[in-house]
Structures are given as C-alpha cells and as structure tokens.
C-alpha cells in the first residue's frame, strides 16, 4: 500500500505565507502526477495545482501567480508554498497522487489520496 502523509497546515493572516508537503511512503514504482486539492466548508474539492513527473505544473485561477507547486521525487514529496495569501483560501488541503506500482509482475496505477489538513487564513 501507499501513504501520503501531508503536513505545514494551520492558522495564518492574510496576506502571509504557508507551506504544505506530502510525502509519499509504501510499495511506490513510480509517481506520476502529484496534486493539491481544496475543500471548504459546503464546497466541493477543488483542485488547486498539479505536477507531472516531469515537472509541467498547472494551477487554478484563483493561485495563478501566488501559490507554487514543486516536488522532490527522491524524497517522493510534494509542495506547496503558498504566498499573500487570502481569506478565500481558508480550506482542508489535500494531496493527491497517482502512483505506479507493481502487482504480480505488472505495473498498475492507483490514486491515494492523504488525510488532510487544514489552512485557516484570519486576522
């Protein structure tokens, strides 16, 4: 199995700085995209940014140009360090991770998602 452990979440003002990481840990072949989603109270998830192993990222609107996504596959660990950030962004972040791994000889991909945890942005 697989485990995506995420971390860096908690209570901020806005217009300060977080950062999240996931680290990944388990029977992993290969990690293929990597990715932070979003639920906020009576919202649905959302994502938030992605990253391909080969590092093409793409980011929802509302982060373009304050969040960044980035990782460290000899780590497998995803981040996102979060800039000026805003009460709107206040949330449950969550890691997602498609990842590749053997069975029975044969490669095969899963989604795992990590536990969750939370941003709150107030002043």
């Known amino acids: 199995q697989v485990q995506l452990v995420e971390s860096g979440g908690g209570l901020v003002q806005p217009g300060g700085s977080l950062r999240l990481s996931c680290a990944a840990s388990?029977?992993?072949?290969?990690?293929?995209?990597m990715d932070w989603y979003r639920q906020a109270p009576g919202k649905e998830r959302e994502l938030v940014a992605a990253?391909?192993?080969?590092?093409?990222?793409n980011y929802a609107d509302s982060v373009k140009g304050r969040f960044t996504i980035s990782r460290d596959n000899a780590k497998n660990t995803v981040y996102l360090q979060m800039n000026s950030i805003k009460p709107e962004d206040t949330a449950v972040y969550y890691c997602?991770?498609?990842?590749?791994?053997?069975?029975?000889?044969?490669?095969?991909?899963?989604?795992?998602w990590g536990q969750g945890t939370q941003v709150t942005v107030s002043s």
């Open positions: 990253i391909s192993s080969g590092d093409d990222t």
């Open positions: 388990g029977s992993i072949f290969k990690i293929n995209v």
């Open positions: 997602h991770a498609d990842v590749t791994r053997m069975v029975l000889g044969r490669t095969r991909s899963y989604s795992y």
